[in-house]
């Protein structure tokens, strides 16, 4: 009995670590090149994005995942919530923004992202 309670633990560890504790390291300049962004298999694909300071983006998204909650992307710091087909690239626009960190998500936060701007 002890080991399955162990085990559940470990599990629930697990899940929250990946969920809402795990960040990337690794950060993709979007202001090099033209970025899209892979919606597939509970993730974006990169999901830390570094964007220009003060000046307009557009990031593409591409969605493979068929599941409803990959559906639509939210950027919440500027309101912006846009519907993104299946198989098919999704323009979005962002306004300029100031130095810091933005997080993009599903509705249920299950896929998450970063643009970090400087």
Known sequence: MMIINLMGLLLIA????WFWLY???NVVDASAENITI???????????IKVALGKKTTLQFLRKDASS?????????????EE???????????PAMSAGEYLFHCPMKMYTGTLVVE
């Open 14 to 17: 697990l899940i929250v670590w």
């Open 84 to 94: 993104l087909p299946l198989e098919a690239t999704k323009s979005v626009l962002l």
């Open 38 to 48: 892979v919606v597939n298999n509970g993730v974006y694909q990169p999901s830390r």
């Open 23 to 25: 960040k990337p390291s």
């Open 69 to 81: 909650c990959a559906a639509t992307v939210l950027f919440p710091d500027f309101d912006i919530s």
